[in-house]
């Protein structure tokens, strides 16, 4: 029976370093897609920003 309960605790550790190291992958994922999609926006707006300097 003890060893039962062992075996359970040591279950759940487990499980919740997993959950730990899932989130740390899901959180890198949305850094990426984060820079993905504003990276672009940034350009465009320096562009946009150099075609009105270049008209003033």
């Known amino acids: 029976m003890l060893a039962a ?3 359970i605790l040591s279950e ?4 919740s ?5 899932y989130m740390l992958i899901i959180l890198i994922i ?3 897609l984060l ?4 990276k ?6 320096q562009q ?3 075609k009105t300097d ?3």
């Open 5 to 7: 309960i062992k075996a």
């Open 12 to 15: 759940e550790r487990a499980q």
């Open 17 to 21: 370093e997993w959950s730990s190291v």
């Open 30 to 32: 949305a850094a990426l």
């Open 35 to 38: 820079i993905a999609v504003i």
């Open 40 to 45: 672009p926006m940034f350009r465009q707006s």
């Open 48 to 50: 946009i920003v150099q």
């Open 54 to 56: 270049a008209k003033l």
